[in-house]
């Protein structure tokens, strides 16, 4: 069965850095277009970044622009996602999705895998 494992989440205080990452099990994604999304409690899951098959296109949520920023190593099949500056509003489990097509899109309808997620918390 085909797996997007995320890592990297964690604690920290406002201003602070993480890197994410996803890494899948049971097939590569090299030639899949992939996307960080992340939902707040309470909130709907939306879209925060995505990035083309090879690494030459992305798109971010205005949210996080400048923040944040996402890569791939397709030779590791390994995405990342890394985060700066980080605001307590930035507070949310952040799941790791691919779709088959060629676009980068930010609706989670177009996304044909997801992994389970990873809690990033950022404190005051």
């Known amino acids: 069965q085909v797996q997007l494992v995320e890592s990297g989440g964690g604690s920290v205080q406002a201003g602070g850095s993480l890197r994410l990452s996803c890494a899948p099990s049971?097939?590569?994604?090299?030639?899949?277009?992939m996307g960080w999304f992340r939902q707040a409690p309470g909130k709907e899951r939306e879209f925060v970044a995505g990035?083309?098959?090879?690494?030459?296109?992305?798109y971010y949520a205005d949210s996080v622009k400048g923040r944040f920023a996402i890569s791939r190593d397709n030779a590791k099949n390994t995405v990342y996602l890394r985060m700066n500056s980080l605001k307590p509003e930035d507070t949310a489990v952040y799941y790791c999705?691919?779709?088959?097509?060629?676009?980068?899109?930010?609706?989670?309808?177009?996304?044909?895998?997801w992994g389970q997620g990873t809690q990033v918390t950022v404190s005051s």
């Open positions: 999705a691919a779709r088959t097509g060629m676009r980068v899109l930010t609706s989670e309808s177009e996304y044909d895998y």
């Open positions: 990035i083309s098959r090879s690494g030459g296109s992305t």
């Open positions: 049971g097939r590569t994604f090299t030639t899949n277009t």
